[in-house]
């Protein structure tokens, strides 16, 4: 079983940063793509930023403000979120493509963190 759990969230004045982690634990064999999303109170989920082994993507809304790392030895993906305006609030969801133990491939998600950014 895999679980990803995470951490960070919380309120943030407008202007001013938060760094999100998500950690991976379980019967892992390999991490391919990881992924921060989040979704605003009556709004949909959206793509923040994706990490792969070939490099990072980033919404528009995001770019110049957001960072994606990954430390791989430790299943990490962190999101260093700079800038923050109110429209940033939302609750943050990790996902992450795994490969398990059993040669099973499948998305995983986590429950979330909210940010709330107000003054």
């Known amino acids: 079983q895999v679980q990803l759990v995470e951490s960070g969230g919380g309120l943030v004045q407008p202007g001013g940063s938060l760094r999100l982690s998500c950690v991976a634990s379980?019967?892992?064999?390999?991490?391919?793509?990881m992924a921060w999303y989040r979704q605003a109170p009556g709004k949909e989920r959206e793509l923040v930023a994706r990490i792969t082994s070939g490099g990072t993507n980033y919404a528009d809304s995001v770019k110049g403000r957001f960072t994606i790392s990954r430390d791989n030895a430790e299943n990490t993906v962190y999101l260093q979120m700079n800038s923050l305006k109110p429209e940033d609030a939302a609750v943050y969801y990790c996902?992450?493509?795994?490969?398990?133990?059993?040669?099973?491939?499948?998305?995983?998600w986590g429950e979330g963190t909210q940010v709330t950014v107000s003054s």
């Open positions: 996902n992450a493509n795994i490969l398990n133990a059993h040669n099973y491939n499948a998305l995983y």
């Open positions: 379980g019967s892992i064999f390999s991490i391919n793509a």
